[in-house]
């Protein structure tokens, strides 16, 4: 089954080019509280949070509940996106933020939410996308 695309965001055409480069932070956050894994409404806040100090542009957030406990929250960005897969049962979540050009920084998104939901643990890795772009175009 396809899935529902539940809105088109549209493009000014003003709107700054960015370029084949970005950040890509994941993080797996350890030894949290179930209340916080568990509250969309605290989820949205530090992601939004975190959205505004890195000044990136967001397009929206949608949310899944499950009924484990567990949320998946994906922001739309300008830039690109931030997600969360929360897992109660285990006090734990994935987080990730990407952000294409140096307009913003990622870096301040994922802190925000570490500062917010006050892991026991952090694994944090760092990927640059798209360094090689000029040795691509020369093999093309």
């Given at each position: 089954?396809?899935?529902?695309?539940?809105?088109?965001v549209?493009?000014?055409?003003?709107?700054?080019?960015?370029?084949?480069?970005?950040t890509?932070i994941?993080?797996?956050?350890?030894?949290i509280s179930?209340?916080?894994?568990?509250?969309?409404?605290?989820?949205?806040?530090?992601?939004?949070?975190?959205?505004?100090?890195?000044n990136?542009?967001?397009?929206?957030?949608?949310?899944?509940?499950?009924?484990?406990?567990g949320?998946?929250?994906?922001?739309l960005?300008?830039?690109?996106?931030?997600?969360?897969?929360t897992?109660p049962?285990?006090?734990s979540t994935?987080?990730?933020?990407?952000?294409?050009?140096?307009?913003?920084?990622?870096?301040l998104?994922?802190?925000?939410?570490v500062e917010?939901?006050?892991?026991?643990?952090v694994?944090i890795?760092k990927?640059?996308r798209?360094k090689?772009?000029?040795?691509?175009?020369?093999?093309?």
């Open positions: 089954m396809r899935p529902k695309i539940s809105s088109l549209e493009v000014d055409a003003k709107e700054e080019q960015y370029k084949f480069t970005g890509h994941l993080g797996d956050l350890y030894g179930n209340d916080k894994l568990e509250s969309i409404d605290f989820l949205e806040k530090i992601v939004s949070d975190g959205i505004m100090k890195a990136a542009s967001c397009h929206g957030i949608q949310v899944k509940k499950f009924n484990t406990g949320i998946t929250l994906i922001a960005l300008s830039e690109s996106h931030v997600s969360i897969h897992y049962e285990y006090n994935f987080i990730d933020a990407f952000t294409c050009g140096e307009h913003c920084n990622p870096q998104i994922i802190d925000t939410i917010g939901l006050k892991p026991q643990k694994v890795n990927v640059r798209g090689d772009i000029n040795d691509s175009k020369k093999s093309l």
